[in-house]
Nanobody
């Protein structure tokens, strides 16, 4: 397993941008597809999107499509979530997760390792 640490969260006004980072320790980062999830107060953790381990193909849920971009830098063992045009409903704790040797992990159960999360608050 890899250990994951998120950073980059904070308070931003609606319409603003943030970039979250997910630093992975351990070996073979390129064998992991990386996903992002979020959990708002009183709600279940929801899938935001992911980037595949080999092809770098991405997938996003409809609510963030066109506003959020997931990328990765295998040389730095880091995945990113660029969030633009933020809305108050994007307010949540954001988690990154890693899925070992899985090409298209689109479900929470596909992921082996989780970070502790970083808070994103979007004010109106």
């Amino acid at each position: 397993q890899v250990q994951l640490v998120e950073s980059g969260g904070g308070l931003v006004q609606a319409g603003g941008s943030l970039r979250l980072s997910c630093a992975a320790s351990g070996r073979n980062f390129n064998r992991y597809s990386m996903g992002w999830f979020r959990q708002a107060p009183g709600k279940e953790r929801e899938f935001v999107g992911r980037i595949s381990r080999n092809t770098g193909s991405t997938y996003y849920v409809d609510s963030v499509k066109g506003r959020f971009t997931i990328s990765r830098d295998n040389a730095k063992n880091t995945a990113y979530l660029q969030m633009n045009s933020l809305k108050p409903e994007d307010t949540a704790v954001y988690f990154c997760a890693a899925a070992y040797l899985t090409m298209f992990p689109d479900n929470r159960s596909d992921y082996d390792s989780w970070g502790q999360g970083t808070q994103v608050t979007v004010s109106s």
